[in-house]
């Protein structure tokens, strides 16, 4: 379902760090664990988070949707806090940067940030449930594509596929090959 509460926000916050962590640690997000889980759980816009939950109610998949609203609602503070005034400076400039070209989504468009199942559980048919109620969800709302860009070495591709995505292009990710651990982004549009 889209929309998570905030005691859920440290849940999806980890998620999140378990895909993308390593990624990202020390360019855009913080090298201590604990402290990037804190400022992801404080910057996510929790209504454009779509959460799959166990029979116990804890938050066991997380995928983080634009086209409606942003993805993070980032305070300058909380990044000035985080990575000093120098680093939070750029790096809250990026942030905007990017919320910007998201705003421009078109209004017909959904896209997909960022997908993650726990790792415990993948292969299990969450990620396939999920992916089911995002694109039931984006068809209601009058939505008439998803895309979505994922590493090329990303086992996910096959999910993405197998739900009727198709590869629209590749793109090279230059000099963050090595800090990303692929290549090439692999874009994706889902035509409904």
């Known amino acids: 379902m889209r929309g998570i509460e905030p005691a859920q926000a440290k849940g999806a916050a980890e998620l999140f760090h ?3 962590g390593a990624k990202l640690a020390g360019f855009v997000l913080l090298k201590d664990r604990d402290a990037a889980i804190e400022l992801l759980a404080d910057s996510f816009c929790l209504d454009e988070i779509y959460g799959a939950f166990d029979p116990s109610g804890n938050l066991v998949g997380v995928a983080f949707i ?3 609203g942003p993805v993070l609602c980032v305070r ?3 990044v000035r806090a985080a990575f ?3 680093g939070g400076a750029w790096r809250y400039a990026v942030y905007r ?3 910007w070209k998201r705003r421009s989504y078109p209004k ?3 896209g997909l940030e960022g997908f993650s199942v726990s790792p415990a559980l993948r292969g299990q048919g ?3 449930a999920m992916l089911d109620r995002i694109i039931s969800d984006a068809k209601a709302e009058g939505a008439r594509v998803v895309d979505l860009n994922v590493g090329d070495n ?3 591709r096959h999910l993405y596929e197998r739900a009727g995505f198709e590869q629209v292009r590749v793109s090279g990710v230059g000099p963050f090959a090595g800090r990303l651990g692929f290549s090439h982004f692999v874009f994706y549009e889902l035509k409904l």
């Open 18 to 20: 378990l895909s993308f």
């Open 66 to 68: 634009t086209g409606h």
């Open 76 to 78: 300058r503070e909380a």
């Open 84 to 86: 000093g005034r120098f």
């Open 97 to 99: 940067v990017t919320q």
């Open 108 to 110: 017909d468009s959904r």
């Open 126 to 128: 969450i990620g396939t």
């Open 154 to 156: 990303n086992p996910a």
